[in-house]
């Protein structure tokens, strides 16, 4: 194998949110693995088993992304409720003890379900939403750039203060834009229309959007290149008509008006992460990235 076959090979992943074979996290986790990264996955099987959908067998997932491994890669996993901090720090610690590093961090993390609408807030409802979606994946992209900050722990920047670029010829700057850490986040369809019925869910992931720019200028300063993914319509089990909580009518109606007749599935986005962590998307960063079959075209 070379390089080309396996371009992530020697680099080690954290997914999360990878509980389901029928979720984007597992696509993921698989299509890096694929590619030859060593793969350490989060779950957090509860949330799952309180949805329409229901819980999966997680020993099935788990050997799902091993069988996914190319070469002498290997593969963890760990559950845990990362709207508890220290269970972030707990995760992020033990995705490094796999092997020492983890080069690449794909926060597909999400509560979904007790929603509504804005008649429906209240603060639990729009807390438990932030704590999930945005307070989590900052808290745990705060982790992982950690590793490469160049500062005293314990500083703190003023608001238009540069974290402090390092010059081409500086050891501490990357050698290669190719081989920097990636990072890439999760964001949803909230700024191309309304999303009835989910204003928790959509404020949480418009923040997470919403400061895309800015956190991926200061993490681009230490090397990291970070990016946010709007998968679009994926079905992964909430579009099905036995464990949907939509009005089956009006989604066979969306779906029969999409370009090309049919939902996307967890691979489609999967390809397009793929890609952005590898060598290949070294020159693409800060930016909202939607893949949605044409769903916005309509």
């Not at 949110?17 to 590619?35: K, T």
């Not at 501490?172 to 986040?185: C, E, F, H, I, Q």
Request: with cysteine; aromatic share 6%.
């Amino acid at each position: 194998m070379t390089h080309h076959d396996l371009p992530l090979a020697g680099r080690t992943a954290l997914v999360t949110g990878v509980s389901r074979r029928q979720g984007i996290g597992y696509a993921v986790a698989r299509e890096l693995a694929g590619l030859g990264a060593n793969v350490f996955t989060h779950h957090y099987a509860p949330h799952d088993a309180d949805q329409p959908w229901g819980a999966d067998d997680l020993d099935a997932v788990e050997h799902g992304v091993r069988e996914a491994l190319r070469g002498d890669a290997v593969c963890g996993a760990q559950g845990g409720d990362l709207r508890d901090p220290a269970q972030v720090d707990e995760l992020f610690d033990d995705a490094r003890a796999l092997t020492g590093t983890v080069e690449i961090l794909v926060c597909n993390h999400a509560r979904s379900g007790g929603d509504g609408s804005i008649l429906d807030m209240s603060a639990a409802a729009l807390d438990a939403f932030w704590a999930t979606n945005t307070r989590s994946t900052l808290l745990l992209t705060r982790r992982f750039a950690q590793q490469s900050r160049r500062d005293e722990p314990g500083t703190t920047s003023r608001p238009g203060e540069r974290l402090g670029r390092a010059a081409p010829s500086d050891p501490a700057a990357p050698s290669d834009p190719a081989t920097a850490p990636k990072v890439v986040w999760m964001t949803s369809g909230q700024e191309a229309g309304p999303m009835r019925g989910e204003v928790a869910y959509a404020t949480s992931k418009a923040a997470l959007a919403g400061v895309t720019a800015t956190v991926a200028a200061e993490l681009l300063e230490l090397g990291i290149v970070l990016n946010t993914v709007n998968p679009g319509p994926v079905n992964t089990g909430y579009l099905d008509p036995g464990t949907t909580d939509r009005p089956l009518a009006e989604l066979e109606e969306l779906r029969a008006a999409t370009p090309f007749g049919r939902w996307g599935e967890p691979t489609d986005p999967a390809r397009l992460i793929g890609w952005l962590v590898s060598p290949a998307g070294s020159w693409m960063v800060g930016q909202r990235l939607t893949t949605d079959g044409g769903f916005g075209l309509q």
